[in-house]
């Protein structure tokens, strides 16, 4: 399937650009500033871009513990950093500031983003508390601002949280699509770098042939081939990172041993 914002290519990698941790977060570095910020998000775009990846998405990964509601100091600051990033990119960009629907369209709509991802859907018991997340004042802000052609991808089933809907996950992503105007469907693993269960993935591509459906989580270059015969794309943070750990910058070598392989799959 093609991804209308991403022009013709199909098997899509989205890869993920981890920003640290922003003001008012426990991990953030007040020494460094925002300055810091941008720089070492610049060095991960630089080596993404390096690698071949179709899109960047940039995220706040690193402000653990997260929030549902977005604080200001948070939004101005990934705002500020987006900006910054924005005369090094040569590819689409999107933005997801978790674990906030409204904040993320808010920021990917001013920043000129062409797509968002969160939790829009659901109701989920989490390491945050009960998560109810606000798919209707997501949609409204995206109209008002006037970013009707951003699109919206729909992470159907939460990192560090298990979803209180009964609803088998197939019906759940059919749901979002229908009632929620999902634009694309992603599921996740139960963790940041954890893989799909491809029983989830398969039904979630079957009941919803219409959009796009991404692997969110967990994929790997000794995955990939079998998560490509399913899925429309992927999304990667973790594999891209060096020693495929989380919280470290992206190696340049990693992405583009990954995109070559990519590239014999499409």
Do not use: C
Not at 138 to 148: K, P, W
Request: no cysteine; glycine share 8%.
């Amino acid at each position: 399937m093609v991804f209308d914002f991403l022009g013709d290519k199909t098997k899509v990698v989205i890869a993920m650009a981890h920003i640290g941790a922003l003001p008012g977060a426990p991990l953030y570095d007040a020494d460094g500033g925002v300055a810091k910020l941008i720089e070492g998000v610049i060095a991960d775009i630089d080596n993404l871009q390096a690698g071949g990846v179709d899109a960047i998405m940039f995220g706040n990964e690193n402000d653990r513990p997260y929030v549902f509601t977005a604080p200001p100091e948070g939004v101005a600051a990934m705002t500020a950093v987006v900006e910054a990033a924005k005369p090094h990119l040569r590819v689409p960009f999107g933005v997801n500031y978790l674990w906030d629907p409204v904040a993320s369209v808010a920021i990917g709509a001013t920043t000129g983003a062409s797509f968002v991802r969160e939790i829009f859907t659901g109701v989920f018991a989490s390491d945050m508390g009960l998560w109810r997340p606000d798919a209707a004042g997501a949609l409204r802000l995206r109209r008002q601002l006037g970013r009707d052609d951003m699109k919206l991808l729909f992470n159907i089933n939460a990192e560090f949280a298990h979803s209180l809907d009964e609803r088998p996950i197939a019906l759940r992503a059919k749901s979002a699509v229908f009632s929620s105007l999902a634009d694309a469907i992603l599921v996740s693993g139960p963790l940041t770098g954890e893989p799909v269960d491809r029983l989830n993935l398969t039904s979630v591509r079957e009941a919803v042939p219409s959009v796009p459906v991404l692997a969110n989580t967990g994929v790997t270059i000794d995955n990939v081939r079998e998560i490509l015969a399913i899925a429309d794309g992927v999304v990667i943070g973790t594999h891209f990172k060096v020693d495929g750990q989380t919280w470290n910058p992206v190696e340049a070598k990693r992405v583009k041993r990954f995109m070559d392989v990519v590239a014999k799959l499409r």
